[in-house]
């Protein structure tokens, strides 16, 4: 029942869910490789800038590491993430005929893609019923008592036998935005927030 609530209200409270302004695969497996360790307001138009010059996986595996280090350099570790983007992107050329894969096991060979990323993939992307867990999913889910675990992949799991299988691939986008303004990591705003009568408030 606390987990139906749960969903309802994240639901009632961002009734668009969580808007990709692009779900092909493509894009959001890059997109997802920018965004980590950075905030979403950076890795959006940062991702726009890149896919403006080079909006395939072959004109990004013939860019040169300095032209995508130019487009992304707002980005977190961009220097690191501007050459796994083209070895990401030539790997996809090379071994899946420029088609980005839509199996867990497949996309976890790709140089810089964890289980986060590669959920999101699948999930917004190719729409399957998975649990993408990122720093937001793993501290509110770990606040509201739905689990008690130590690192994301953990959380995954431990989300998967408490959450009905039809929210799995929406509740992370629904937690990044109720995290982004309301349970955030620091200063959260539990005056203002709907789950007041059922939250624990394990902060």
Not at 174 to 185: A, K, T
Request: aromatic residues 8%; glycine residues 6%.
């Amino acid at each position: 029942m606390f987990v139906e609530e749960l969903i309802s209200r994240l639901r009632e409270m961002y009734p668009g869910g969580y808007f990709h302004v692009n779900r092909d695969p493509y894009y959001m497996l890059i997109s997802t490789v920018l965004s980590q360790r950075t905030r979403d307001e950076v890795t959006i138009p940062a991702t726009r800038r890149l896919f403006e010059e080079f909006d395939t996986p072959q004109k990004m595996a013939e860019a040169s590491v300095d032209e995508i280090q130019s487009l992304i350099m707002d980005v977190g570790f961009y220097r690191v993430k501007a050459q796994r983007i083209i070895d990401i992107s030539r790997i996809i050329l090379r071994d899946y005929r420029g088609v980005v894969p839509d199996s867990m096991n497949e996309l976890l060979k790709l140089p810089g893609v964890g289980r986060k990323t590669a959920n999101c993939v699948l999930g917004y992307a190719y729409e399957q019923d998975v649990i993408a867990v990122d720093t937001h999913v793993h501290r509110i889910s770990n606040r509201l008592g739905l689990v008690k675990t130590s690192d994301p992949d953990e959380t995954e799991k431990e989300l998967e036998k408490v959450l009905p299988k039809y929210a799995w691939k929406e509740i992370n986008g629904l937690m990044v935005l109720f995290g982004q303004s309301v349970c955030r990591p620091v200063g959260p705003k539990c005056e203002e927030c709907i789950m007041g009568d059922i939250c624990p408030k394990i902060i």
